[in-house]
């Protein structure tokens, strides 16, 4: 499979000795995706922790995501993006649920974000990473602040203590 264009870079070990490791330059598509995505996880009052399959959950990614500027590194190699994306930068905002809310909001996600998490998902998997989301309304209000997030062909579903976010119907 064709990840992109290749190159590499030299990062200091934390014991200060350099490393040199190879890197995969982001398609502006993909950058761009990752900026959309950001934007997204922002709304809804989310965060997320990305992890590389092949080093494994106890050694996260170091993730910036920028309009400008993105890089996934991990200790065997680096994903990176220099330039302005064509995502949109606005952040349209998602009331939060009130902390004395009972029960648990559903919210239809729009079909534009069903495509957004199903193109998410895929690059995930092209570039063999794995993504852990929490809740920060939840995390805020000192409840279990985990999510249960998965895509199928015909759901997709992404909820946590508060708020159940879904879209059901295929998209393509």
């Not at 990614?61 to 995502?87: D, M, N, S, V, W």
């Amino acid at each position: 499979m064709d990840l992109g264009q290749q190159t590499t870079a030299t990062f200091d070990t934390p014991d200060g000795e350099p490393q040199t490791v190879p890197t995969i330059l982001l398609t502006e598509p993909e950058a761009s995706l990752l900026v959309r995505y950001r934007n997204w996880l922002r709304r809804h009052h989310l965060s997320r922790e990305l992890v590389c399959g092949d080093c494994g959950p106890q050694v996260p990614l170091e993730a910036f995501i920028e309009p400008h500027q993105i890089g996934l590194k991990c200790p065997h190699r680096f994903l990176f993006h220099q330039g302005l994306t064509r995502a949109s930068f606005e952040l349209r905002d998602v009331p939060e649920p009130s902390p004395l809310s009972i029960g648990v909001a559903h919210v239809e996600m729009p079909n534009r974000d069903a495509l957004l998490l199903r193109e998410y998902q895929q690059f995930l998997s092209r570039h063999g990473l794995q993504e852990v989301l929490w809740c920060d309304a939840c995390e805020a209000r000192e409840d279990a602040p985990g999510i249960r997030a998965f895509v199928t062909p015909g759901e997709i579903v992404v909820e946590c203590r508060c708020t159940r976010r879904r879209h059901k119907g295929l998209t393509i």
